[in-house]
């Protein structure tokens, strides 16, 4: 392994030292980077310690190395970077049904004529629909002679 590791590489290194902020790990013989809090679960970190302790063998994911030489490094990406690779469906071949020559089209009977009798037709047989339920509406609501108060 290489002194200075590349960004974007995948190393195993040993956690070091924790802190409230993070997790230090030594990458190679002197070379230390740290796992800022954010970077070291898929989940909510609230307590480090919950996760890694001291001595741990971690694999890692170096983030970005400043130009003073600190090295940035993230557990998480490098567990989602192992993932192995789901492998893709293939789609089903579907065979489209067979034409059913049982089913007989026919048209309907036109009895109204043309489109304004059919539309005149519809007009008188809605609004004596309507009509009829607002009398029983009426007579519902209105009490029955007779009847006491």
């Given at each position: 392994?290489?002194?200075?590791?590349?960004?974007?590489?995948?190393?195993?290194?040993?956690?070091?030292?924790?802190?409230?902020?993070?997790?230090?790990?030594?990458?190679?013989?002197?070379?230390?980077?740290?796992?800022?809090?954010?970077?070291?679960?898929?989940?909510?970190?609230?307590?480090?310690?919950?996760?890694?302790?001291?001595?741990?063998?971690?694999?890692?994911?170096?983030?970005?190395?400043?130009?003073?030489?600190?090295?940035?490094?993230?557990?998480?990406?490098?567990?989602?970077?192992?993932?192995?690779?789901?492998?893709?469906?293939?789609?089903?071949?579907?065979?489209?049904?067979?034409?059913?020559?049982?089913?007989?089209?026919?048209?309907?009977?036109?009895e109204g004529g043309s489109f304004e009798d059919m539309m005149n037709k519809f007009k008188?047989?809605?609004?004596?629909?309507?009509?009829?339920?607002?009398?029983?509406?009426?007579?519902?609501?209105?009490?029955?002679?007779?009847?006491?108060?």
């Amino acid at each position: 392994m290489s002194t200075q590791p590349n960004v974007g590489e995948i190393v195993e290194g040993k956690i070091t030292g924790i802190t409230k902020f993070g997790v230090f790990v030594d990458i190679s013989e002197g070379v230390t980077g740290m796992v800022h809090i954010s970077e070291v679960a898929r989940t909510y970190v609230n307590e480090i310690r919950d996760f890694v302790k001291e001595g741990d063998s971690v694999k890692v994911k170096v983030l970005s190395i400043n130009e003073e030489g600190k090295i940035s490094l993230s557990i998480k990406r490098a567990q989602e970077d192992e993932k192995p690779e789901r492998p893709r469906r293939q789609a089903k071949q579907v065979t489209p049904p067979k034409p059913d020559n049982s089913f007989v089209w026919t048209t309907t009977k036109n009895e109204g004529g043309s489109f304004e009798d059919m539309m005149n037709k519809f007009k008188q047989t809605s609004d004596e629909k309507f009509s009829d339920l607002k009398r029983k509406n009426v007579e519902v609501r209105r009490p029955k002679r007779g009847a006491a108060k």
